[in-house]
């Protein structure tokens, strides 16, 4: 075979210009594929965005990520489950099929185990304001509020127990060691107040919910942002100098201000020993403003009898009237985040909390006029006022309760499938109803919403991306919202 023969199977020669069209085809693709690249890139979720804190003013105030609608929030956190079948969620057929088994669910096993037969509501629903919203008799004040309200029918909760369950309204998570959301909000935000903390939990006069400090601890954010817990029976203590020992506020401040700055000076850039000197300015700004915003003497005789402040035949409601009315005062000076509990678990199962198993009418007679006339004079005080305009207000639970009454009982069980809780303030429809229980009260089926819902509605109305606020921990982004949640845009005003 000559030399420059070709082997059969070989393939002949390529032409130049069919050689050059393949070689301008494979740079077009080369290029596309560079493009296409590029807008995958570009459609990629973005990264977090980090507050820029100075350790030296941890608290002080910072932008949102956009314009916001809301600058305060106040959460009034119900313990122990309040029943929305008794309260918020009207349900005729629920009236009407009284004494009958659930349909479907006959033999229906839930927390404390068999089930009885569909209860009625123990208290008549009447129509409210002009709006004529259904609410029962048994928070009569809180209903006549009910133009003002944001209601959302449809809440689902991940637990059926009340530790998991407050964790998860509080935290976003079931489980301990994650930061309360006023611990992420003022992360996120500072405060606008100078001389308080950014973030104040007034537990109820009774004692600490059952998780307690889960509901404001900072976890794995930085100490600074961790709540302050007082109440108007129980000041911030250690405020004053011990007996004998006490110096002139003006000597005390410039004490303080010279020893930080000896520190200072010693510790140049050390970030730990500005967050404590920062720490300890607070203290004694406060040592000022927190005796003040406790000071309940220049409220007008006329608030403190709408509050319920000076009920001498029930000094519980008296109690929880004056926490009503600090968080009023708390609000009025700039604090960013008030959280209010009604309800603990001290005093056992349902006896001194919303957690109505065996005697729920006997319960429930006993916790309401407690709650409801200081709530609904707080909610209307804030708005005559003018502070709802720039506040959020959120009445919340851990979960709902049943349709039915547990077997052998007067009570009804914990059902996290269904249930109400409502906001209003900054930002939020009033008169407005979202969602929707089944005829019985039982699940949610129209517009379900999950706690994660709730919370990336509460922080966008703060102006906050919930998907990018988050904190690096332990090699995750960790968020309030998890990797969950959706703002409600349907409730938004």
């Known amino acids: ?73 106040l959460v009034i956190f119900c313990s122990g489950a309040l029943s929305h079948l008794d309260t918020f969620d009207y349900k005729p057929e ?88 006023g611990c992420w909000v003022t992360y996120a935000l500072g405060s606008g107040c100078g001389d308080l903390p950014a973030f104040v939990a007034i537990p109820d006069p009774r004692g600490v919910p059952q998780t307690g400090t889960n509901h404001w601890n900072s976890a ?15 000041p911030i203590p250690f405020l004053d100098p011990p007996e004998g020992k006490k110096i002139s506020e003006a000597s005390s401040k410039r004490m303080l201000e010279l020893l930080n700055k000896k520190h200072q000076e010693r510790n140049p850039g050390d970030s730990e020993l500005a967050a404590r000197i920062a720490a300890f300015e607070m203290a004694g700004k406060m040592q000022l403003a927190a005796k003040q915003v406790g000071d309940f003497s220049r409220e007008s005789p006329r608030t403190l009898e709408e509050y319920g402040a000076n009920d001498r035949d029930n000094p519980l409601k008296a109690r929880f009237a ?58 209307r005080d804030l708005k005559q006022r003018g502070l709802l305009q720039n506040t959020l207000v959120a009445f919340i639970t851990e979960f709902g309760r049943m349709p039915t009454f547990q077997k052998g009982a007067s009570g009804r069980d914990h059902n996290p499938a269904g249930f109400t809780v409502f906001l209003a303030g900054a930002g939020v429809k009033a008169p407005f109803s979202f969602g929707a229980t089944d005829p019985f009260g039982y699940k949610a089926v129209e517009n379900p919403l999950t706690i994660y819902d709730l919370h990336a509605t509460i922080l966008h109305l703060l102006g906050l991306d919930h998907e990018r606020l988050s904190y690096y921990h332990n090699g995750i982004e960790r968020r309030l919202t998890d990797v969950h949640g959706k703002v409600i845009e349907e409730i938004l005003a």
């Not at 995958?40 to 003013?57: E, N, S, V």
């Not at 479907?104 to 208290?123: A, C, M, Y």
């Not at 954010?221 to 029976?233: E, I, V």
């Open 220 to 234: 794995f954010l930085p100490a600074a942002f961790q709540g302050t817990p007082f109440n108007s029976d129980k």
């Open 1 to 73: 075979m000559p030399m420059n023969s070709f082997s059969s199977n070989e393939p002949a020669a390529m032409p130049r210009r069919s050689f050059l069209g393949h070689a301008s085809n494979g740079l077009s693709h080369i290029a596309l594929a560079s493009l296409l690249a590029g807008e995958a890139r570009a459609f990629q979720p973005p990264g977090p965005l980090r507050p820029a804190i100075d350790p030296r003013h941890p608290q002080a105030p910072r932008k949102p990520h956009f314009n916001p609608r809301a600058a305060q929030v």
């Open 322 to 379: 004056r926490n009503c009315l600090l968080a009023r005062r708390l609000l009025e000076k700039g604090v960013r985040f008030v959280q209010l509990f009604n309800g603990s678990y001290a005093m056992g199962e349902g006896v001194g909390n919303w957690d109505g198993h065996k005697f729920l009418k006997q319960q429930y007679s006993t916790h309401a006029p407690i709650l409801d006339q200081p709530a609904a004079a707080l909610i």
């Open 94 to 181: 629920l009236i009407k099929r009284d004494g009958q088994p659930l349909p479907g669910d006959s033999k229906l096993i839930t927390f404390q185990g068999e089930n009885g037969s569909l209860t009625r509501p123990l208290w008549e629903f009447k129509p409210r304001g002009k709006s004529g919203k259904m609410t029962s008799d048994l928070l009569p004040n809180l209903g006549n509020l009910a133009d003002d309200f944001c209601f959302l029918h449809s809440m689902t909760a991940k637990s059926n127990t009340h530790g998991p369950a407050e964790n998860q309204m509080s935290t976003g998570f079931v489980l301990d060691g994650f930061p309360g959301m």
